[in-house]
């Protein structure tokens, strides 16, 4: 993917540095992060995403992967910023972003993260049930502010993707039922109200999905609503935020959507929408993570130990595994690998790539055909620049990995390696 490629010495080389030379200048495991892949594909969706007949605005979903860096990247590159805690909000305070570009997320905000997007004068948040809509209200009633929101609309359109990961159906956990029989006084409630402004709608219907058509479907449901709203209660919705969820490749047989071409055939069907149903409609938002970052990470393992077991299976250990990547033990998720000094050799084995967790559930490929593995290899696993860093956890107290940004041959520390120190910070001991 991006600037990867294989060098003249044979190494695996990422934004033009070796990775060899990146482990031993940051040690393993390592998260790389190819900088030019991330800003390139930005701009691909930048350039598909336009419209002559309404603005357009890509927001960034920080919960795929989020660090002050990421966040200033996300700036320069004029994205918004999709947050769903006080903590991502507050990365994105720490780097300096303009908080009328942040956009909030959560289906149980706490009174601390209102109170922050309020004070900050965040550009919208997204409201997920009727029980926050009183709590903006008293926040905002308390602080003499009125703040702009979206409501989270489930409009029951099942993609074909993991069970945990899906976001919508009619017992979904986020957003309120385009079925629900009061949604209606929802609605009202919210265009009534002195403390808010309503903007519009949002949906998000899950995650790494391949089919155009399930992002159709779910705005075919919306533009319906809206012009009913504007028929029966005179209300001129002006906002759609259609979320993210849009897939990538990860391992062989994935077939993703290209962006630009998903993104286009979006636009040709809102404005064909719009000019159906003209319901004054201004504004149209996607919010992607995974499709932003995944691709553009890689994470760099050590071998240390190569296990035959007598029931024939063989399995090559790393030194990281389900605290940097929770993903194949949680979605099953595939991933593929390759030995970063190997990668042309063509004898492979299959062997189960497992990490160092103690936990026969931590395997990072179950499956994977290898290059001859050795103590002391490098492996290379691409595509986990989404959902691995920010789901990593310090499970067996392991300190979590260190992170680059690599472009035109710089490597830039990102993220330090925690300490040992770092994991008993917060420890207190007391007396027994
Ligand atoms: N907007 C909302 C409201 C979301 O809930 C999500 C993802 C996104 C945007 C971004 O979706 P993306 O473009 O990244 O697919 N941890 C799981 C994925 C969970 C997705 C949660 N919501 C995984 O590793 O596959």
Redesign the pocket.
Known sequence: FGTSKINERGNLEIGGIDTEKLTEEFGTPLYVMDQKLIEDTIDIMKEAFVSERFNTQIAY?G??FLTTGMVNLVNKKGLDL?V?SAGELYTAVKAGFPMERIHM?GNNKSDEELNMAIEYGIKEI?IDNEDEIEKIERICREKNKKQAVLL?IDPGIEAHT?E??K?SGLTSK?GVSLFQENLFDIVKRLDDSEFIEFKGF?T?I????FQSAFFIFALDEIFKYLSKLKEELGIAVETVNM?????VYYAEGDQPPKLDELLKEVITYTEAMEIKYRIGFKNLYI??????VANAGTTLYTVGGIKETVGGKTYVFVDGGMADNI?PA??Q?KYEAGIINKLKDEDRKEITLAGKFCESGDVLIGNAKLQNAEVGDIIAVPTTG??CYS?SSNYNRFAKPALVFVKDGQAKLAVKRETLDDLVRNDIIFEL
Not at 243 to 247: A, E, K, N, V, Y
Not at 287 to 292: C, F, V
């Open positions: 979903a919960k795929a999709d769903v997320h997204v989270r993991h945990y990961i976001t986020f949002h998000h899950g995650s790494q999905i979320g993210g969820g849009f897939g919010e992607p993570g995974r499709s932003i993903r949680l979605y998720a989404a959902y789901m």
